[in-house]
């Protein structure tokens, strides 16, 4: 998601709330229930990296201090494991196994897992009144390198073939707490290329929600830049404020 979006950032951070809230009450359905997964014409999809241990480690103490600064945040992991998305599309559903196919070979050819990629600073996206607060979601922001652009242009032109245009509330994962979709969202995926994608990509891993003042105090701060690589790469069903809410496919990678 590209940080200074203004049409999306009010449902990321409020939505983002409401799916971290579902998961903190053990909601099986929550994890459970999609719209019509499988069964609909089109699917919304997000292919991401996963980092290696270096960037979950950081991310996972920045969301501690964030946690600390709002409790009623989520905690890192499942639903909210940290990740570097590449793209987001809808593609057809039954184009599904042709769309893994692609992604495969386009990403064990790049290799991401010899990527040396540097997390520079500490941002923030978005501003919503939650109970007393005004609060955002806090990233780590990542350097955008020459190979990390080229396999996201890679992946657009192998997975075009097999994209749609657009797609409706079932083409995402839905729960019982967000049922539809918003029209932000879908719009936001039908056109993350080009919108969203190469001279306009900030890539970022999420590391939770705090106060608007806390963040800004985070991302002010100094910050000692630190190099990492990714892990894995996955493709994932999209879910309500663009959540990777469920794995549909790893890549296999070298290691």
Do not use: C
């Amino acid at each position: 998601m590209k940080l200074a979006d203004k049409t999306f950032i009010r449902p990321v951070v409020a939505g983002t709330m409401a799916v971290a809230m579902a998961m903190h009450s053990g909601s099986a359905q929550a994890q459970q229930e999609t719209a019509a997964s499988g069964q609909n014409d089109v699917t919304a999809i997000d292919i991401l990296l996963d980092p290696d241990g270096t960037m979950i480690q950081r991310a996972t103490e920045a969301n501690a201090q964030l946690l600390k600064n709002f409790p009623n945040g989520f905690t890192l992991g499942g639903v909210h494991a940290p990740h570097i998305t590449m793209l987001q599309r809808f593609v057809k559903t039954a184009d599904l196994p042709k769309v893994y196919a692609a992604a495969d070979k386009v990403i064990a050819k790049a290799d991401p897992t010899s990527f040396k990629l540097t997390a520079y600073k500490y941002d923030h996206i978005g501003e919503a009144k939650i109970g007393n607060d005004i609060v955002g979601v806090g990233n780590i922001l990542v350097k955008p390198t020459p190979e990390l652009l080229k396999l996201q242009q890679d992946l657009a032109d192998a997975i075009k073939p097999f994209e749609a245009p657009t797609g409706t509330s079932a083409a995402f994962v839905t729960t019982p707490q967000a049922p539809t979709i918003s029209a932000d969202l879908i719009q936001y995926v039908s056109v993350f290329v080009p919108d969203h994608s190469g001279a306009h990509y900030v890539p970022h891993v999420s590391i939770g929600i705090g106060t608007i003042d806390f963040l800004t105090t985070l991302g002010s701060a100094p910050f000692d830049d630190f190099t990492f690589s990714p892990a894995a790469a996955s493709v994932y069903h999209l879910g309500e404020y663009g959540t990777a809410m469920e794995k549909l496919h790893s890549v296999p990678l070298k290691r």
